[in-house]
């Protein structure tokens, strides 16, 4: 299982590779907390939040990253998946990131198509 403290050295050097541009206006950074999440929309308690792209005028724009998520669906992957899962994590939410600054939604909306088929799936079991 990877602790807290070994998946923040992980998000930090995953940060690191990213390209310098991808940081314009993200002045909240990125924030690793234990937190586990529950999608509001959740049916069977099976729906969790592993990241979130916030941008308000409070707060400005930042990512997080829930560690509390990973841990409860992903604590049997040895620490390269585990790692790769928070690559994959974090450039999603860099992605909505970079799409809110170029007034895009593409992201966002394929969120949504995915939860509405996530909430379809769930009527039928």
């Known amino acids: 299982m990877v602790s807290i403290d070994e998946a923040d050295v992980m998000l930090n050097e995953i940060a690191e590779e990213l390209p310098l541009e991808f940081y314009k206006k993200l002045n909240g950074?990125?924030?690793?907390?234990?937190?586990?999440?529950?999608?509001?929309?959740?049916?069977?308690?099976d729906l969790y939040i592993l990241g979130e792209y916030h941008h308000n005028s409070n707060m400005g724009r930042y990512i997080i990253i829930y560690y509390g998520s990973f841990e409860h669906l992903y604590s049997n992957l040895s620490k390269n998946l585990f790692k790769e899962?928070?690559?994959?994590?974090?450039?999603?939410?860099f992605t909505h990131h970079l799409e809110s600054l170029a007034g895009e939604k593409n992201l966002?909306?394929?969120?949504?198509r995915k939860i509405k088929k996530y909430l379809t799936t769930q009527k039928n079991l």
């Open 29 to 45: 950074g990125i924030l690793l907390l234990p937190d586990k999440k529950l999608h509001p929309r959740n049916k069977a308690s």
């Open 85 to 93: 899962k928070l690559r994959k994590t974090l450039l999603h939410e």
């Open 108 to 112: 966002e909306l394929e969120d949504s």
